[in-house]
């Protein structure tokens, strides 16, 4: 089996300082780590998507602040924030959709604030540990959330998932996954139905090959063949992430979450979402204020990049939304690392809010 690393790390000197990322893009068919030693590498590396995912893009925001300040040159705790405050524009016009992103920006500029007055070489340090712990505590979320949606999947039977929730999109271990690993590590007999995903591919080229790693039972299948397992009764729950939660419990993930989300209610399927509480916008109040970023449509037209010649006919546009938005009325449950939260959503997402430390 093939040992996953951590997808995104420090690098302190003399290798450093660096954000040192797993390339996404090169998957399945080679491990490359790829070390982002400017801010304009880093930014480059989540619009390519060769880091994703929600939780490992905010790890990666948090990280890039501080390889910002390592960067900089500044001579006083004001020039500091500057060049930090530069950056996270920068890092924050990567991509629009995923909370985490801003909420480790946030996080770190509101550490980097308040030891301003301290100078440069104290805001240096502090934004470096902020991010590092963010890392880690994502790690950690992980495998809480894991641990509390283990018990909601069957002692043995399918599982489906979407996309890729999994230790690449995370600092490790995962959500969707995550959940689907901690239930495998409690002795549940499981195998997993990974979609594709249309157009780039993350759960055929991505998800696949975590759960190969891993030694967990999976198999491919194109996108529109859910349907017809489920209607021969071969899916028994369906686990996917979520790049944002509305405060209503509308959850954005991946183009065809909500597709699979609808197929799921008219076949009587459990359809878990598994996020962290960073995930959830408290402040956007349905799944109609969620940005949702609109990528190039190259990625339509050759599929994920292997195909030289387009597959479409010469002068037809594509339309090639990343993600779309799930209601909250065919969301079954809402895993995280708190708990498991069930409708009313809004109310379960405010009293999780209030209890977090």
Not at 72 to 80: I, R
Request: net charge negative; hydrophobic share 45%; aromatic share 4%.
């Amino acid at each position: 089996m093939t040992t996953i690393p951590p997808t995104i790390t420090w690098l302190d000197p003399p290798e450093g300082p660096a954000v040192r990322v797993i390339d996404q893009t090169r998957l399945p068919g080679e491990l490359v780590m790829l070390d982002c030693r400017r801010i304009e590498e880093l930014c480059e590396a989540i619009v390519s998507l060769r880091v994703r995912g929600a939780p490992a893009i905010g790890c990666a925001a948090g990280l890039g602040l501080a390889l910002a300040a390592q960067l900089a040159e500044a001579k006083s705790g004001q020039a500091m924030l500057d060049a930090l405050e530069l950056a996270r524009t920068q890092i924050a016009a990567t991509r629009p959709t995923a909370v985490n992103l801003f909420w480790a920006l946030d996080r770190v500029m509101e550490v980097a604030r308040r030891a301003a007055e301290q100078g440069p070489q104290e805001i240096r340090q502090r934004v470096l540990h902020e991010a590092q712990e963010i890392v880690a505590e994502d790690l950690r979320r992980c495998q809480d959330l894991g641990r509390h949606g283990a018990e909601l999947l069957p002692e043995e039977g399918n599982v489906l998932t979407h996309c890729n929730a999994g230790a690449l999109a995370c600092a490790g271990y995962g959500t969707a996954l995550g959940v689907i690993r901690a239930a495998v590590e409690v002795g549940k007999r499981l195998h997993v139905w990974v979609d594709e995903t249309r157009p780039l591919l993350q759960g055929a080229r991505l998800t696949a090959w975590e759960l190969h790693a891993e030694g967990i039972p999976c198999t491919v299948i194109c996108d529109n063949a859910a349907a017809s397992l489920m209607a021969q009764g071969k899916v028994d729950c369906v686990v996917v992430g979520a790049d944002r939660i509305a405060a209503n419990g509308d959850v954005a993930n991946k183009i065809g979450t909500y597709g699979v989300a609808v197929l799921a209610q008219a076949h009587g399927i459990p359809f878990y979402v598994a996020a962290p509480l960073s995930t959830l916008d408290r402040a956007t109040p349905s799944g109609a204020g969620i940005r949702i970023e609109q990528r190039g449509q190259c990625e339509i037209t050759h599929v994920a990049g292997y195909l030289r010649e387009p597959i479409t006919p010469p002068r037809v546009p594509a339309y090639n939304p990343a993600f779309d938005v799930t209601p909250a009325h065919l969301v079954t449950a809402i895993i995280t690392e708190r708990g498991v939260l069930h409708a009313p959503y809004e109310e379960a997402i405010r009293t999780v809010w209030q209890a977090r430390d």
